[in-house]
Structure formats: structure tokens, C-alpha cells
């Protein structure tokens, strides 16, 4: 019987190895897929989200008080200029139409609880990664300043 060289042996050792380790890649990204399905938009259904605070549902009235725009113009430039622009965004997002994207309790629970709105509601927790982390401030507003301002936002 003829002695077999090492180089061979080893060869041979090697190209098994490498055979059963292949198409493993593959096999793992189809678990992955079929596992681990894409997150549902949490912007898809912002017309039912209400947010989380003491505000649990809004109903604005039909016509804008022209009174409480100007006290939520008031408190919005001196409490919220620093990081919202009326036109663009900015460190924060605009308010402009902001009723267009976001029901009026949500936005009111944003002004009065933004520390629990980005730990538990969807569209906060994007828009917190969106605008590079940098949460909003709590300015501890009363409900009759965050409601001063919704009317002001519905004015822009």
C-alpha cells in the first residue's frame, strides 16, 4: 500500500471543510427575512396617534381665536425659537402645518411630555433619530400654554 503525502492529505482535509462551511451566508439571510420583518412606518397611522400625556383626545374648534394666537405666538418665541423655525427646520422640526402631520393631542402631549414621548410613542422616537438625538426640552408648560400654541400653529 502507497503512503498518501501530508500536502494531499491536508488538501483534501481542507476542501472538505470548505464545502460544508459554504452557502452558509445565503441560509442565514433567508432566516433573517423571514424572521425579522421591517417595522411598520410609525407615520403611516399618525391620524389615530394621540400621543402620551395628559391629553388623550382634541377636537379644535372650526375657526381660529385670533386671542390665543397671539398668547401662543407669545410663549412660542419665548420658550421654543431656540430650536424651531416657523419655515424651516432646524434643531427641531417646523410647526408649520404641523396639524397636517400630527393630530392636535399628539402635538399638545409633545409640548407637555417629551421626555415620555420619545421613550414611548413611534412618531417621537423617529423624529428624536431623525433630528440627530436632541430631544425636546421639557419648558413645563401649563395645558392652557400648550393649547395657545396649537392655536398658533393652526394659524401659520
Keep these: 500500500m502507497k503512503k498518501l503525502p501530508l500536502t494531499l492529505i491536508f488538501t ?28 411598520a412606518d410609525p407615520m403611516a397611522n399618525w391620524e389615530s396617534n394621540h400621543g402620551v400625556g395628559p391629553i388623550k383626545a382634541f377636537e379644535l374648534p372650526a375657526t381660529i381665536d385670533q386671542e390665543l394666537v397671539s398668547k401662543g405666538q407669545q410663549v412660542y418665541e419665548s420658550m421654543c425659537t431656540a430650536c424651531h423655525k416657523v419655515e424651516k427646520r432646524f434643531i427641531g422640526p417646523s410647526p408649520k402645518d404641523i396639524l397636517k402631520r400630527r393630530t392636535p393631542a399628539w402635538t399638545m402631549n409633545m409640548i407637555l411630555n417629551p421626555e415620555e414621548m420619545v421613550q414611548k410613542d ?24 400648550a393649547r395657545a400654541i396649537l392655536e398658533y400653529f393652526r394659524s401659520l
Design 12 to 39: 483534501a482535509v481542507l476542501a472538505c471543510c470548505l464545502a460544508s462551511c459554504g452557502g452558509g451566508q445565503s441560509k442565514i439571510d433567508e432566516i433573517k427575512a423571514k424572521s425579522f420583518k421591517e417595522p
Design 122 to 145: 413611534p412618531i417621537a422616537k423617529k423624529l428624536l433619530i431623525e433630528y440627530n438625538g436632541s430631544p425636546m426640552a421639557n419648558q413645563n408648560l401649563s395645558e392652557e400654554e
